[in-house]
């Protein structure tokens, strides 16, 4: 694999809201989702993905839910990446900065793919 991910990595794992605003840095007042992805890849780190969820809830128990209109703007989302433990660990002080409320999680994760389309196997 060309690009060295490969085996056991790290994945981590960041809860926030939709409506969350990144409150600090060089990406202040951009969608907090925005401001992170972007944080990760100014790191180096190899790819990482934003997924909007349909329902959630968190500490205050409040539910974020797209069937309820008044909801529906600040709907849960994930930010996950895979990469080195040490290099996740390298920019956790940036990510935890920038977050007011959330959840990070980090779990192993082994790779078995990871490439870019039209990139052939070894």
Do not use: N, W
Not at 61 to 69: E, M
């Amino acid at each position: 694999m060309p690009h060295g991910l490969h085996g056991e990595r790290t994945l981590m794992r960041i809860f926030l809201g939709e409506s969350d605003r990144c409150p600090v840095g060089p990406h202040k007042g951009k969608a907090l989702y925005e401001a992170i992805l972007l944080t990760l890849r100014e790191a180096g780190c190899m790819g990482a993905t934003v997924v909007r969820a349909i329902a959630g809830f968190g500490p205050s128990a409040r539910l974020h839910t797209g069937k309820v209109l008044r909801l529906s703007s600040d709907l849960p989302v994930i930010v996950e990446v895979v990469e080195r433990g040490e290099k996740l660990q390298e920019v956790l002080p940036l990510i935890d900065e920038m977050m007011g409320g959330g959840l990070i999680t980090m779990e192993r994760a082994h790779v078995i793919l990871y490439r870019a389309e039209g990139e052939g196997g070894d």
